[in-house]
T-cell receptor, first 114, second 118 residues
Framework: GDSVTQKQGQVTLSEDDFLFINCTYSTTTYPTLLWYVQYLGQGPQLLLKVTTANNKGISRGFEATYDKGTTSFHLQKASVQESDSAVYFCALVGGDTNAYKVIFGKGTHLHVLP | GPKVLQIPSHQIIDMGQMVTLNCDPVSNHLYFYWYKQILGQQMEFLVNFYNGKVMEKSKLFKDQFSVERPDGSYFTLKIQPTALEDSAVYFC????????????????FGSGTRLLVI
């Protein structure tokens, strides 16, 4: 079955640091890959998504490349701000199951210190 | 942008009682979902719903759980009876259901109902 792995449970950075959040996925088909951001007390919000292998998604300074070879979809940002502090979920939809269920990773808590 | 509204935002209930969580999905969306999140951890899929029927449910969707959307009103999750382990944040989501895979990955989530069973 489909799965998404985020090995980093928590990342702590200072403002203007480079962000890298690891994400790998497992499926036998060609899913859409997504990153969601969840701020405290809110539901997840779509940050970016990529439907085609080798393409890159970019949003609000964040970027992630759909790497079919390494089955990865790592999230990066060149310079984080305190307002980026949130939980980031890597996810996929439309894998082995169907298009009607988002599979989430465990999430990475990002803390950005002022 | 369009929003999913969840009512109530918080609910405290005695173990064994019934609780109903309400969701007002995006107006033109056709697919509806419930997810469970414990202590800010992983979002766990519970169930999805289309055209008045459950399409798929996970192992977490116990026999005590049920969903419905009578006559286009709220999409509801009912738990009867509740158990201590049902304490969590429950998120409702909806998606268009048209336009193929690309469009149907456009899920909109509500802000959640924080359920505490005591």
């Amino acid at each position: 079955g489909d799965s998404v792995t985020q090995k980093q449970g928590q990342v702590t950075l200072s403002e203007d640091d480079f962000l890298f959040i690891n994400c790998t996925y497992s499926t036998t088909t060609y899913p859409t890959l997504l990153w969601y951001v969840q701020y405290l007390g809110q539901g997840p919000q779509l940050l970016l998504k990529v439907t085609t292998a080798n393409n890159k998604g970019i949003s609000r300074g964040f970027e992630a490349t759909y790497d079919k070879g390494t089955t990865s979809f790592h999230l990066q940002k060149a310079s984080v701000q305190e307002s980026d502090s949130a939980v980031y979920f890597c996810a996929l939809v439309g894998g082995d199951t169907n298009a009607y269920k988002v599979i989430f990773g465990k999430g990475t808590h990002l803390h950005v210190l002022p | 942008g369009p929003k999913v509204l969840q009512i109530p935002s918080h609910q405290i209930i005695d173990m064994g009682q019934m609780v109903t969580l309400n969701c007002d999905p995006v107006s033109n969306h056709l697919y509806f979902y419930w997810y469970k999140q414990i202590l800010g951890q992983q979002m766990e899929f519970l169930v999805n719903f289309y055209n008045g029927k459950v399409m798929e449910k996970s192992k977490l969707f116990k026999d005590q759980f049920s969903v419905e959307r009578p006559d286009g009103s709220y999409f509801t999750l009912k738990i009867q009876p509740t158990a201590l382990e049902d304490s969590a944040v429950y998120f409702c989501a909806s998606s268009p259901g048209t336009g193929g895979l690309l469009a149907n990955s456009d899920y909109t989530f509500g802000s959640g109902t924080r359920l505490l069973v005591i």
